[in-house]
């Protein structure tokens, strides 16, 4: 059976730096930091009282208020991108056929402020269950694809992906999977997160995973820096229009990367402790290259997991210099969760929309605050600290890897006929 | 207007984000309203938080439109 080709046709982001793709792109070749101090909750007891907080969001100027309050902020963020790229890519849902277009979404948690409100309002009450009929369907991480489905029309397959910091990922490689084999035209598909939330600080303040750097929260997400001391907590959403090439070319679609393969594999170690060695990670580049049927020497950018933890950063380091030997030299690596904070399962879809930004604009956005070097890392290695370099960029690739050992990397290239 | 009639009118803008001009006593939830099976049992719920009683699922069922709810709750709470 031979295989389709799978392009991406439309974008759309909301994020800590910038609230859609334009002001996100901007925000990422400029080097800017989302991180301050957290207005969402008083923070005043917790280890960390900072996030890389959406900005300057009103969700009444994009859903209508009797619709977005039967959603958690994770499903409006989600809707709101969708909504981006949808009109982004052109297409017209009355020349499409919706049966064959299908939305596949990815969240690390779902509604967790839903959930969070809810138990807190029983917890504190006398007993008895005033539970809101919309508390479920708020929750529930698989909410937003139905609700992108309900707002398109798109009747083709339709599910979530739940492999926590690498949910994102998954859902496009699954997405990007489905076309290939023919299952279906298009999808929406990404991810979408809302964790800033009293339980999501201090669930991970409680497993140490938090930087706690309170007193400069904007250098605080450093990758690959000596004194790194924990991720920043992001929210947010990316979303991305995929469809097969001959379906793009028929409706003279623009055309903005080819995704040419996906990775998958899984660390077997630890539930939230990356393997020591990096196998998990080294598997996962193996496995989109072979998908992809690209050779190691062929790849200019990875955009890195690195969320900033001292084990973390270092798995991968070592797993790429595994995998692509001396070519790690040549290649540009970049964590540009070093401007984000960590969107957990939003992560792979913003970060792959930074990869195809990339290949479009010929420039690879930073790893910022970058201060002093770690000796334990190679230091032939180019991190593209502090400032963006140009290059053309071929083929890019994004890592995204998630507490329970899941990985995802998804191969793009620029698109050529 | 009664105090609880305010009340209720205003949960029922609140709760269906519908403009206070539609909320006429004769208005239904369901047919007028825009509201689907999970907003009705949701403004029961509210009226329940709101003046603290009970409605039983068999009263809540003849509930159907504003004026019913006011005069429901007229009867009922306070």
Redesign the interface.
């Known amino acids: 059976m031979e295989l389709k080709r799978v392009v991406v046709t439309g974008l759309g982001a909301l994020t800590p730096i910038g609230n859609n793709l334009e002001e996100y792109w901007k925000s990422l070749e400029e080097g800017v930091s989302g991180a301050a101090p957290i207005t969402k909750f008083d923070a005043e007891k917790f280890r960390t009282k900072f996030a890389c907080e959406v900005k300057s969001f009103d969700v009444h100027d994009h859903i ?4 977005a ?2 959603m958690d902020i994770f499903t409006q963020y989600a809707m709101v991108v969708a909504e981006e790229a949808m009109k982004d890519s052109g297409l017209d849902l009355e020349k499409i056929n919706l049966a064959r277009a299908g939305v596949i979404w990815g969240s690390g948690i779902g509604g967790l402020k839903t959930f969070h409100d809810e138990v807190t309002e029983f917890a504190s009450g006398d007993g008895t269950p ?1 539970y ?3 508390f479920i ?1 708020k929750m529930i991480a698989d909410l937003s694809a139905g609700h992108i489905s309900i707002r398109f029309g798109l009747m083709g397959p339709n599910f979530a992906t739940v492999s926590a910091c690498a949910s994102s990922t998954n859902a496009l490689v699954d997405s990007f999977n489905y076309i290939r084999l023919g299952k279906a035209d298009i999808f929406v598909t990404g991810g979408s997160e809302a964790a800033v939330v009293e339980s999501g600080i201090g669930g991970f303040n409680a497993l140490k995973a938090l930087s706690e750097r309170n007193d400069d929260p904007t250098t605080a997400s450093r990758p690959f820096d000596k004194n790194r001391d924990g991720f920043v907590l992001g929210e947010g959403a990316g979303a991305l229009i995929l469809e097969e090439l001959e379906h793009a070319k028929a409706r003279g679609a623009k055309i903005y990367a080819e995704i040419l393969g996906g990775g998958m594999s899984a660390d077997a170690h630890h539930i939230t402790a990356p393997h020591p060695e990096g196998l998990g990670a080294k598997n996962v580049m193996i496995d989109a290259l072979n998908d992809s049927g690209v050779k190691p020497e062929e790849v200019d950018y990875i955009n890195v997991h690195g969320t900033s933890t001292p084990l973390g950063d270092m798995s991968e380091v070592k797993a790429i210099q595994e995998v692509f030997g001396a070519h790690a030299y040549n290649l540009n690596i970049s964590s540009t969760k070093s401007m984000t904070g960590h969107l957990l399962g939003a992560a792979g879809a913003v970060e792959s929309i930074a990869c195809i930004m990339a290949i479009q604009k010929g420039i690879i956005p930073p790893t910022i605050n970058h201060f002093t070097d770690d000796e334990t890392f190679d230091n032939k290695l180019n991190f593209t600290f502090n400032k963006a370099q140009k290059r053309d960029v071929k083929v890019a690739l994004s890592n995204t890897f998630g507490f329970g050992g899941h990985n995802f990397s998804i191969l793009l290239r620029k698109y050529e006929e | 207007m009664s105090e609880i009639a305010q009340k209720v009118k205003k949960i029922i803008i609140d ?4 403009e206070e001009s539609e909320v006429t006593p004769e208005a239904s939830f369901t047919n007028d309203l ?1 509201a689907d099976s ?1 907003d009705t ?2 403004l029961i ?1 509210e009226f ?2 709101e003046f603290n009683i009970s409605i039983p699922d068999d009263q809540a069922e003849s509930i159907a439109t504003v004026g019913q709810a006011i005069s429901y709750l007229e009867e009922h709470a306070g």
Do not use: I, Q
Request: aromatic letters at 4%; glycine letters at 10%; a positive charge.
């Open positions: 209508h208020r009797k619709d309050r039967k005033r809101n009929p919309f369907p | 709760k269906l984000g519908v825009g999970l049992v949701e719920m329940e938080k």
